[in-house]
């Protein structure tokens, strides 16, 4: 084995050991809205299930030598966001999001995703996807770097309402084939569902 230090890695070294490691990792598209009422959207990896109950999630943005990305200032200002799932129908306008725009500039206008309100929060979601929360912002915390210059927030959002493609809803359950998630490996590498089995919990 070869073990390594991550105080002696740079911070891309650390980034390419773990985005090479946890694999694979599901996308969350995410829109926000500014307080001028520009849709901001784009996909954020470091995304995951927090609690049940009450159902919550977390996404992990990074800073850009310390200033906020668009998704993270917008969620903070607004205290919203909605989360989209990627699957294969939707990734290619997905990847389109992650676009770097200046703050007045919608990557909706890249893609073809149709905008459609919401019912709880004022931020519009995404038609396009088979499935989306509406979010609150439960909590946000700045993480890493310095305590004066944190390298990421962590957004803690709890659902306040859940929109399912009748198509891939059976009797309360997803239908994960349905669904065709697309989750994101290391770089520019990306995996559909593979080989499915099942474990018998001991
Ligand atoms: C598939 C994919 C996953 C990504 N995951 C993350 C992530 O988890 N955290 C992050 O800060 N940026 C992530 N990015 C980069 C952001 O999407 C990118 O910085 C985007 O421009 C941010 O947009 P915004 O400034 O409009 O919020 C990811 C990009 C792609 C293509």
């Known amino acids: 084995m070869i073990s390594v230090n991550p105080e002696n890695l740079s911070e891309r070294e650390n980034y390419k050991f773990l985005t090479g490691s946890i694999i694979p990792r599901p996308i969350a598209l995410i829109t926000t809205q500014?307080?001028?009422?520009?849709?901001?959207?784009?996909?954020f990896s470091f995304f995951n299930i927090v609690s049940s109950n009450p159902p919550m999630l977390s996404v992990s943005v990074q800073r850009k030598k310390g200033?906020?990305?668009?998704?993270?200032?917008?969620?903070?200002?607004?205290?919203?966001?909605?989360?989209?799932?990627?699957?294969?129908d939707i990734v290619d306008d997905v990847n389109q999001t992650a676009a770097e725009l200046p703050p007045g500039e919608s990557e909706l206008f890249l893609t073809k995703f149709t905008a459609i309100a919401s019912e709880k929060v004022a931020v519009p979601g995404l038609q396009e996807a088979k499935v989306?929360?509406?979010?609150?912002?439960?909590?946000?915390?700045p993480l890493a770097g310095s305590k004066d210059n944190p390298g990421c927030d962590l957004l803690i959002g709890r659902i306040v309402c859940y929109h399912i493609d009748e198509g891939i809803y059976h009797e309360g359950r997803i239908d994960q084939f349905g669904l065709k998630p697309v989750a994101r490996l290391a770089g520019q590498t990306y995996t559909k569902l593979g080989e499915l089995f099942d474990l018998k919990r001991p």
């Open 132 to 141: 989306r929360f509406e979010c609150k912002l439960e909590h946000a915390i």
């Open 67 to 88: 200033v906020h990305k668009d998704t993270a200032r917008n969620a903070l200002e607004s205290g919203e966001f909605v989360v989209h799932i990627t699957d294969e």
């Open 34 to 43: 500014s307080q001028s009422g520009i849709v901001n959207a784009a996909p």
